[in-house]
């Protein structure tokens, strides 16, 4: 167990819809990363927060948003949504230090219809 | 750019058969290294990890990975292979002075009986 939650597992939603993805990090991890999984783009990094500040963007579309809040828990916005958006979100979280790894959830499958 | 190349995206081993999965990242300068697993249907774990000292650095379930810096290299191997090795693997690095984590594309090990 890494010790991050994420929830829901599983989402199915339909097109043009919006969703919200949670996670939990680890207990005193400051810093929470969000990954995008698909068969045809691989492990794609979306965003980082640490201590409730955005740190780092990778490929997040304009349609998608985070945030990280005063207790750590971080969620991603997924809005407008396309057949193209599904896949598998991965939330993990990391000490302090920048060579810290990370630390994975088990994911949310998002499929859209 | 900075990058991480997997140079095989699938491995089919025989059990008990050693095996390599080979890591090239894109740059000389200062990194961390390393390697995480995903069995099906979960999240990634940390392996092993390379941040300084000796090059060869074991990880769990009988892993090991050597960090060659001239050739900017970091494969990971086993002597002998399990059925339950059967996983994808993720080489990834963070460049020092960075925050973020690089992922490459990951390879999928195969073991069979």
Redesign the interface.
Known sequence: D?G?TQTPKHLITATGQRVTLRCSPRSGDL?V?WYQQSLDQ??Q?LI?Y?NGEE??K?NILERFSAQQFPDLHSELNLSSLELGDSALY?C?SSAVD??S???????TRLTVT | AQSVTQLDSQVPVFEEAPVELRCNYSSSVSV?L?W?VQYP??????LL?Y?SGSTLVKGINGFEAEFNKSQTSFHLRKPSVHISDTAEY?C?V?Y????????G??TRLFVKA
């Open positions: 890494s991050v810093s990363y691989g492990l990094f980082q640490y740190r780092a990778g991965f993990a920048s060579n790894p990370l630390h994975f959830g088990n994911g | 961390y390393f995480y249907n979960q999240g990634l774990q940390l990890k941040l993720f990834a963070i020092t002075g960075g925050f973020k984590t690089i992922f594309a990951g």
